[in-house]
């Protein structure tokens, strides 16, 4: 199975990635391939202005994955303008029927509100976005001596796990359809 995460802070090094990483970490089986697009390391234009190879790039992976996890940080209550603008560039081309699950990570108390809003978003595009999120607060994880983020909670590792495996188990029912 091919799955797709999109991290969606402006920020190099940040929490949102760190997330991302240990997602990929519980899902990485022999079976499955796990690709991170950490959208700050991306050259994708403000929609309207030229288009890039590294678009190209974005949309051709985001096509071929069977599943996307879409992670952004808490920005006032909403998810990324980074991120808003790299979905603005996908299409049902890339989530029509398609399974996806959302993670977001705030400075403050952990917050749905981003994700709630994502969801109206994964809604225009046709993507079945599952019920199980995941929604990390800065307590959730520590930075270590060299300023990295590391020690996630055991909590979130096994809500980790539960997302995950609700991803998988849908993406196994609507796999074939996507390569008809
Ligand atoms: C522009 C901006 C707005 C923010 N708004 C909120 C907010 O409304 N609530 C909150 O809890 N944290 C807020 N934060 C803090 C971020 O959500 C928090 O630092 C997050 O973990 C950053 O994720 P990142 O490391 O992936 O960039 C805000 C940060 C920025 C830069």
């Not at 760190?18 to 499955?32: D, S, V």
């Not at 299409?91 to 969801?119: H, I, W």
């Not at 599952?130 to 096994?158: F, Q, R, V, W």
Request: negative net charge; contains cysteine; charged residues 20%.
């Amino acid at each position: 199975m091919n799955l797709l995460i999109i991290s969606g802070s402006p920020f190099p090094g940040s929490s949102t990635a760190f997330l991302a990483e240990e997602i990929k970490a519980q899902i990485e089986q022999p079976e499955n391939h796990v690709e991170i697009i950490d959208l700050c390391q991306w050259d994708i234009p403000l929609l309207g202005q030229p288009e890039t190879e590294e678009l190209e790039e974005f949309k051709r992976v985001a096509t071929k994955a069977d599943a996307i996890i879409i992670g952004t940080p808490n920005f006032h209550t909403s998810f990324s303008g980074i991120l808003k603008n790299a979905l603005d560039h996908l299409s049902f081309d890339q989530f029509e029927g398609k399974p996806v699950a959302l993670y977001c990570t705030s400075g403050g108390m952990r917050n749905t509100d981003p994700l709630a809003q994502l969801r109206i978003v994964m809604r225009g595009l046709h993507a079945l976005a599952i019920p199980t999120h995941l929604c990390a607060s800065s307590s959730d994880y520590k930075k270590d001596e060299n300023g990295k983020y590391g020690s996630l909670s055991n909590e979130m590792k096994k809500r980790i796990g539960k997302m995950v495996d609700s991803l998988i188990a849908l993406a196994g029912m609507t796999k074939s359809k996507h390569h008809i």
